[in-house]
C-alpha cells in the first residue's frame, strides 16, 4: 500500500461514483495504471463494496437505538439463532458482539418508538434474552463511513 493507493481509497470513500478517469486525473495516474490499482484493492479486500449512502431522516427513519444485550446462553445454537435472528431484521444495521459486561450491542434505526417496540417484540419472541436496555439517540454529533487512513 503506498500514497497512491492510500489517495485512491481516500478518494473513493468521499465518492464512489467518481470515474476511473476522475479519479485518475485528481491522483496522478493514468486511467490503466489506476484501474489496476482499483482492482487489486477490491482483489485483496481492501475494498469490500461500492454503496450510496442514504439520508435515514429522509426516508422517516428517524430513530437511532443503541440496544444493548445480555444473554445467559453462550451455546452454538443459541448464537446461531441469535444470528439468524438479527440478521434477517431490516431495521438492524450492526451488531457487535462485546467484551465486559454487554454480550452484544445492536444499533437499529425506525421511524418511531411504536415501531421500536415492534422490532423489540419480534426479537424476543425468536430468541431467549437475559436483559435488553436500549439507549435512544437525541443527536447524531459525528457520523462517518469513511475509515482512517492516516495510519497506513
Known sequence: MDKKDKAILKALQEDATLTV???ADSIGLSKSACWRRIQNLEE???ISAR???LN?????LNLTVFAAVRTHEHTADWFNQFHKVTTSM????????????????????VPDMKSYDN?????????NLF??????SMETIKY????????L
Do not use: C, W
Open 21 to 23: 478517469g476522475e479519479l
Open 44 to 46: 485483496s479486500g481492501v
Open 51 to 53: 454503496v450510496t449512502l
Open 56 to 60: 435515514q431522516e429522509a426516508l422517516g
Open 90 to 109: 431490516p431495521n438492524v444495521m450492526e451488531v457487535h458482539r462485546m467484551s465486559g459486561d454487554v454480550d452484544y450491542l445492536i444499533r437499529a434505526v
Open 119 to 127: 422490532m423489540y417484540r419480534e426479537m424476543i419472541s425468536k430468541i
Open 131 to 136: 436483559d435488553v436496555s436500549s439507549s435512544f
Open 144 to 151: 462517518t463511513t469513511a475509515l482512517p487512513l492516516d495510519y
